[in-house]
């Protein structure tokens, strides 16, 4: 009788997921095996997973999590720590650790939607098989609609033009805006939601340029760009692209109040035609660029190994060992630990040599965000930590006083370090060979 129940309940649901197969596809973190198919599982959309382990883990230090785990709704703190060991062929196996993950719950992303819109800018390039069109090509961006910006040059960069992998550069190392806003410019949004949803990562929503207030059509507009060679001939002319594309509507709100043209609104602030992606799609994402055959072949970016290891140099480079762009020379607006939450909060200190965050961070509107893969080249340590934390006490939005220093950075600090002591700790059966993940930055500390 139960075999009859559970075989109609798998019949209906699969008849449900046939009627419903244009919503986008929505993907699981890949999880201990080493060729970790992923897979679409039916969960309630209130659903909130809470490892065990990490509930009382957390416990442990209640100088540090007790007001986190008696607030963690409030405080919509989610994180996802994934655990590696390696085979005997080096293969990483994964496990997972979930602590208030809800994909559901909305959280601003702020600029961690840059991390992989600098992955698909990379594929693009790729895919248009231009001859002379690499990263390096000078890189025009005009302008032809309302709300558009021209560039000619960039005098940050060696030759003093600018390039996607300038671009992608500044993104990575201290989370530059309109470096991200020329990326969006070059894709349009329609091509970087649907290379997402094509993905498995349905639930993400790129709309908008960052850091600029500009409507809903100007961000469906974007900017004619032009690509030339070191002669300055036309690589590649590509025209002014309108979005037309449209996605699932959404009923997104945070807050209790917010402040706009100066006046208090009490009511949450609408975020439904802001950019979305869930913590645990970013985190997947991660892992697809550090280990690509721990996930589907579906799921991999087109992208080269030489693409691959520009990106993790970059994430990995602190601003303080850059030439181009000369954030070295400035090393009180660019520290170190510059955009690195976790394990360093907003410490200003040099940091050990023997460690490397590749990680991509964003702060906005209260919510402080960074997912990360952190190496110990010394201890032979290596772990995923990702994690959202909301720091706004008093509710209200753009009113430019949220509570990073008492709240979030701390808490990011903190749980950088629980989580690191914990694999210092554990045991493993092999020691990972981690020489593929030491770079030669551009400047030594």
Known sequence: MLFKIVRGFLFVFTM???????????V???????????????????????????EELLKKYPQYFDSILANRKDLNVQFIYTQVDRGANGMPLLKNYYFNLNSARYFYPA????????????????????NGLDKNATMITEQAFSGQTAVYNDPTSPVGKPSLAQYIKKILMVSDNDAFNRLYEFLGPEYINQELHKRGYGDAQILHRLDIALNREENRHTNPIKFLDPANRVLLDQPMKYNQASYLERNDSLGAGYYTNKVLINEPMNFSLKNRISLEDLHTILISLVFPAKVSASQRFNITEED???LLKYMSQLPTESTFPPYSADSVAYWPA??????????????????????????AYGQLTDVAYIVDFEKKVEFFLSATIYCNK??????????????????????????????????????PNLNGLMFTYDKVN
């Open 338 to 363: 510059y955009c690195k939450f976790l394990l360093f909060g907003s410490e200003k200190q040099s940091l050990p040599k023997n460690i490397r965050i590749f990680n991509k961070v964003g702060d």
């Open 394 to 431: 008093d509710g209200i939005l753009n009113d430019d006083h949220y509570d990073y220093d008492e709240i979030g950075f701390p808490f990011m600090k903190h749980l950088g370090e629980v989580i690191y002591e914990h694999e210092v700790n554990r045991t493993k059966k092999l020691v």
């Open 111 to 130: 600029s961690t939607v840059k991390f992989p819109v600098s992955i698909l800018a990379l594929q693009r390039l790729n895919e248009l098989r231009i």
């Open 308 to 310: 691959r290891n520009f």
């Open 16 to 26: 449900v997921h046939f009627f419903a197969c244009t919503a986008p596809k929505k």
């Open 28 to 54: 699981q973190i890949p999880v201990e095996e080493p060729l970790a198919q992923v897979v679409t599982e039916a969960a309630p959309l209130d659903s909130t997973r809470t490892d065990y382990f990490i």
